[in-house]
């Protein structure tokens, strides 16, 4: 009788564990019914989730920093924001000596471009500058004709507020014209006034040009006011 019972037993842990080999088998055929191919796309997804999210950052970084247009602001310190496509000013250049001598003193770094020209005008650094009427040339220098006109807009209006209107000067220009302009150390404005110039007379330098009285210079530039910068 002892022995009827232990082999009964015996044949039930030996059906046991058949059901395990068995479940175990078709968890591996199966790959656990399909979870280890969810834990897995799901691991992937998140992986993929980082790399994605790693991308975008590096990009936003990029488009911060890359300069999409500029503004050059010309009195006799020559200066130049470079602005991105946020409307940040990435970075403030002198373009000559008393330029280089005042970007320290300006820290306009990572501010709208139409602010960072009114803390430039307003700055104590620029007032002796401005004391006696200088002309001011506010030149946008861009691919995208739409953005630089609303740009020299935007800059424009903020310059009125704090100088005389007649002596500001300004335009928007492609980037080629606006290198060919500092090649020779002149600013846009006094440029394309040469550039007519030498059309009557060939003999005209860049030296004369730089000299020649502001009132001249408007008279012979081809000037175009905006119509209701600030949106009057």
């Given at each position: 009788m002892k022995n009827d019972l232990q082999k009964a037993f015996d044949a039930v842990q030996a059906d046991e564990r058949l059901k395990r080999r068995t479940k175990a088998y078709l968890r591996?055929?199966?790959?656990?019914?399909?979870?280890?191919?969810q834990r897995r796309r799901q691991r992937q997804t998140r992986m993929v989730?980082?790399?994605?999210?790693?991308?975008?950052?590096?990009?936003?970084?990029g488009m911060w920093l890359l300069p999409v247009t500029s503004i050059d602001l010309d009195?006799?310190?020559?200066?130049?924001?470079?602005?991105?496509?946020?409307?940040?000013?990435?970075?403030?250049?002198g373009m000559n000596a008393d330029g280089l001598a005042l970007v320290d003193s300006l820290n306009v770094k990572g501010m709208r471009y139409d602010d960072a020209m009114q803390r430039i005008l307003i700055s104590e650094p620029l007032e002796p500058y401005l004391e006696?009427?200088?002309?001011?040339?506010?030149?946008?220098?861009?691919?995208?004709?739409?953005?630089?006109?609303?740009?020299?807009?935007?800059?424009?209006?903020?310059?009125y507020a704090i100088a005389e209107e007649d002596?500001?000067?300004?335009?928007?220009?492609?980037?080629?014209?606006?290198?060919?302009?500092?090649r020779v150390g002149l600013c846009v404005l006094r440029y394309q006034v040469w550039q007519q110039?030498?059309?009557?007379?060939?003999?005209?330098?860049?030296?004369?040009?730089?000299?020649?009285?502001?009132?001249?210079?408007m008279a012979l530039a081809k000037f175009e006011k905006l119509e209701n910068p600030c949106g009057e």
């Open positions: 591996r055929a199966t790959l656990d019914y399909g979870r280890d191919t989730s980082c790399a994605a999210a790693v991308m975008l950052m590096v990009m936003g970084a009195i006799n310190p020559s200066l130049e924001l470079r602005v991105n496509t946020f409307g940040r000013v990435t970075e403030l250049k006696d009427g200088s002309l001011i040339s506010i030149t946008v220098v861009g691919k995208d004709e739409s953005l630089a006109e609303q740009m020299l807009s935007n800059v424009v209006c903020r310059a002596n500001i000067f300004y335009c928007q220009t492609d980037p080629e014209t606006a290198r060919a302009a500092r110039l030498k059309e009557k007379d060939p003999s005209i330098t860049v030296e004369a040009v730089a000299l020649m009285p502001k009132a001249e210079v």
